[in-house]
Each structure stands twice: as structure tokens, then as C-alpha cells.
């Protein structure tokens, strides 16, 4: 019985890694550009208001995170907020809901705001970043 569980238990780990794989290469390839060759807008500023220990989810949660960090590493400026901490910047962006991404505009005023992490919010925070930057 013990040997069933455990074969279980590795298939059930091995199917999560599969799928949280395939899920990050299908992000990054959405989001790769060269930082050099096309920066983002400079005025473009995300908010980032997660559990950032979910990170390394396959979907949802950790799909949203991982789409704002790549926005990050190709010029976007982005502010994170750990929703398992309490901080003074949730006043600021009005905060209720984890994970929320907001876009900012370059005076800092919030253009849209994206909450929750159901299948279509996750859809269309990815694209929403795609589109923000420049081909």
C-alpha cells in the first residue's frame, strides 16, 4: 500500500512539474524580447500586490507573478507588495484584492486595474503586458 502511494505521489509531482514548465515556456516565449533592441515605454509602471510564495504555481497566482518579474527584467518598472506582509503601500493603490497587477501611467495614475486570478483575468493580464511592450 505504502509503494502505491508513493508511485502516486511521483506521478501527481512529476504531472505539477510538467505543467508548471509548459506554462512558464509558453509565458516567456509570449514575453521574450530583447531588452536592448526594444525597451519598454518609459512611463509604463506596474503594481504587483500578491503572495509571492506562490510563485512557482503552474497557473493562476504564480503565472501572474512570473509574467510581471519578466516585464521587469525587460525594462518595466515594477513595484512588488507581499500580500503576507502588511505595508503602508496598500492604502496608496487601495488594495483588497490578492494577486491585483494595476498599470500606471508615467504621472502615476492608475490606467487599469486587474484582480483576482481566474483563467480569463490571467488571460488578459498577459496580454495586457504583451501589449505594453513594444515589438
Known amino acids: 500500500m505504502r509503494l502505491e502511494r508513493a508511485a502516486m505521489k511521483r506521478k ?36 504587483l500586490y500578491a503572495d509571492l510564495s506562490e510563485v512557482d504555481e503552474a497557473a493562476g497566482c504564480g503565472a501572474i507573478i512570473r509574467g510581471v518579474r519578466d516585464a ?35 504621472a502615476g495614475r492608475e490606467v487599469k486595474r486587474y484582480e483576482g486570478e481566474a483563467p480569463d483575468t490571467v488571460q488578459a493580464i498577459l496580454e495586457r503586458l504583451r501589449n505594453l511592450l513594444p515589438t
Open 12 to 47: 501527481w509531482v512529476g504531472a505539477v512539474l510538467v505543467f508548471g514548465g509548459a506554462t512558464g515556456l509558453i509565458i516567456w516565449r509570449e514575453l521574450r524580447h530583447s531588452p536592448a533592441a526594444s525597451p519598454a515605454p518609459a512611463g509604463a509602471r506596474l503594481v
Open 72 to 106: 521587469a527584467r525587460l525594462g518595466v518598472a515594477t513595484e512588488e507588495i507581499d500580500a503576507r506582509k502588511p505595508s503602508d503601500r496598500l492604502a496608496r493603490y487601495k488594495q483588497l484584492v490578492a494577486p491585483s497587477v494595476i498599470f500606471l501611467d508615467e
